[in-house]
């Protein structure tokens, strides 16, 4: 892909078939995957591809190799294991692996796959706003950080902004979300902890959220919380120095050092809206709402629909009038009934007490490695819903 930085000012408006608003893993999966045939302006208002990383990488090993991930953005995860403050489910996994992802290399392998391609990937530039043209495209006002304002004429433009909606609420096509998880993160070097074991706590220190321990393939390991907005009033970053004051991590065989790096980012936390196409603006990843309800995963659903939307858009731009609601439609099927049921434990889990969790815990030590991690990967087939309701009667009951 050509990265282009604009050092001078554009009088005319630059021109494409496709604008993509954000470098996230989902725009770079749509230009990637757009027809040869048709040229696309990716503007990201991020300084550089990957960085900052706002995510924390969970993901799994059958999907990074569908989706022909190179092994070595990747840390392989043997030992999955789930702390509340006095309960413990420990699992080693031996069938459905999690991964952790490189997230810079990852996302700079996604820009790289455009390569030799007719895109420009426009570093440092962010989209205000559009307005309708009389021929049905969109003039889009845009600014650099280095050479201010500036206008892209498309015929059509991808919303891959994440969690912001850039384009459709700038329409008033869509709200941005009004719940939203936030998470803090810190990465540093691993020391002792095992570079195969990554671990999700709830309880007294990840209220009205989780934590996580993540180790990467980079020899770093990533301690992470997350919080929902406004379900609570403390900040992420409040929740974590709780934790690190209340010697918490030390449970889990961390040791923070002095100057580890801090990631911090967004994720809505809103019922999903299977609406994806408003004319000639078609949303996807975040803005769309693609991550899981339960534990806000998706980089690989990003990728995967990413690529998908830039196929159907390319269909549909050669005359195959039915390619977008093919798009719209395969979403729907994979995403309305399981975020529905996630969705609602989502939003039940974040009222849960330190005592709740405790039996909670207790009850998933009761299901087998794969019910947990379809649980994990938020799939809920409705043996894994009857199981759990049953386990939970059954914990009523006797206890
Ligand atoms: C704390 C946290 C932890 C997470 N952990 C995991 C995990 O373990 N595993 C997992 O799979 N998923 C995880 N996620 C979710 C995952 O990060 C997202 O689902 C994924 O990044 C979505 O990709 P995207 O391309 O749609 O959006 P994003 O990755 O958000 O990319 C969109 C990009 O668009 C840019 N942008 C926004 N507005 C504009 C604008 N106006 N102009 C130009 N550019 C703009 C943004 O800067 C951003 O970089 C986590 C999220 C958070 C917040």
Redesign the pocket.
Known sequence: MCSICLGWILSEPLECDVLI?????????VASHLASTISSII????AEIGRPV??????WLRDVKTLGIPSDLYQIIDQLDFYSDNEEALFTVTKDKMV??DITGL?RHLAELSKGLNRQLLLG????GTEVQPDGGYLSK?RSRQSGCFEIRSKFIVD?????S??LA?LSLAQKPRRT?????YEFPIGDYPQNRAILFVGVTALTGYG?V?PTSQNTVRL?V?VINPDTDLT?RQVMDSFIGGGHAARFGLTIPEGYEV?????PSVAYDPKLVFGNIIR?????N???PT????????IQF?RILGAELSAFMAGDKSALQRYEAQAAKTFVRDYKYGFAMNKRIVRYTPTRWDKSIARLARLSETEVTQMVRGNFSAKLILRTIYLSLRAKLFG
């Open positions: 608003v954000g470098g996230g893993p989902a725009g770079l999966s503007v990201h208002q991020d706002r995510t924390s990488g969970g993901s952790v992802l996302y530039t962010k989209f205000l845009l891959a902004s994440g969690w912001h850039a384009v700038a998880g936030v998470g803090i993160e996580w993540f992470g997350g992420p990631n911090a980012g967004v994720i996807t990843g975040d803005a769309a693609f991550a899981t534990v806000g995963e998706g980089i690989r659903i990003a990413g």
